[in-house]
T-cell receptor, first 112, second 112 residues
Framework: LAKTTQPISMDSYEGQEVNITCSHN???????ITWYQQFPSQGPRFIIQ???TKVTNEVASLFIPADRKSSTLSLPRVSLSDTAVYYC?????????????FGGGTRLMVKP | DAGVIQSPRHEVTEMGQEVTLRCKPI?????LFWYRQTMMRGLELLIY????????DSGMPEDRFSAKMPNASFSTLKIQPSEPRDSAVYFC??????????FGPGTRLTVT
């Protein structure tokens, strides 16, 4: 599966929009992109998933350009409770051979 | 559904002792993953099962680690003998055929 690269850390302030970009240059045709959020002392949890263009849910938006070699997670108007580590993951449909390996993630710190 | 259940939540043991971590996946999920998380190495995939069969255990650090999934509702990760460097948070996650990972609360293992 495609290796992912994302910034190690980011700082923001309450009320701002935060955009975290992940690069996955070797993404395959059938792969899709998933983002997870992890708070201290908890397991990661699903935020959003997409294949191309734009996906939006109640938590975030995910922008994927036409070449799909990168993706951007957008968190609108962050609050202190959005302080967490965010992971980008490339996943392949089906489970056989689908080793879901997490990269280092992006540690987001939201300040008052 | 109660989500992925892990036990114990905390385990403190002495070097050389056997440690068994337990996991109950979400009913209907046919894949199960064991991860280990430390500050130094981040979130590492140890092994995953599909339909109770181990698919890839290349992430298992050494022969002291073993994992089993005797049925669709139960899995164990065993460390024998344990060493201080095994201290970490161990997460179990399950996943349906098409969908995201669901993580359990983790087991915090301390080996003294």
């Amino acid at each position: 599966l495609a290796k992912t690269t994302q910034p190690i850390s980011m700082d923001s302030y309450e009320g701002q929009e935060v955009n975290i970009t992940c690069s996955h240059n070797n993404i395959a045709t059938n792969d899709y992109i998933t983002w997870y959020q992890q708070f201290p002392s908890q397991g990661p949890r699903f935020i959003i998933q997409g294949y191309k263009t734009k996906v939006t849910n109640e938590v975030a938006s995910l922008f994927i350009p036409a070449d799909r070699k990168s993706s951007t997670l957008s968190l609108p108007r962050v609050s202190l409770s959005d302080t967490a580590v965010y992971y980008c993951l490339v996943e392949r449909p089906g489970n056989a051979g689908n080793m879901l390996t997490f990269g280092g993630g992006t540690r987001l710190m939201v300040k008052p | 559904d109660a989500g992925v259940i892990q036990s114990p939540r905390h385990e403190v043991t002495e070097m050389g002792q056997e440690v068994t971590l337990r996991c109950k996946p979400i009913s209907g999920h046919n894949s199960l993953f064991w991860y280990r998380q430390t500050m130094m190495r981040g979130l590492e995939l140890l092994i995953y099962f599909n339909n109770n069969v181990p698919i890839d255990d290349s992430g298992m650090p050494e022969d002291r680690f073993s994992a089993k999934m005797p049925n669709a509702s139960f899995s164990t990760l065993k460390i024998q003998p344990s060493e201080p460097r095994d201290s970490a948070v161990y997460f179990c996650a399950s996943r349906p055929d098409s969908g995201s990972l669901y993580f359990g609360p983790g087991t915090r293992l301390t080996v003294t």
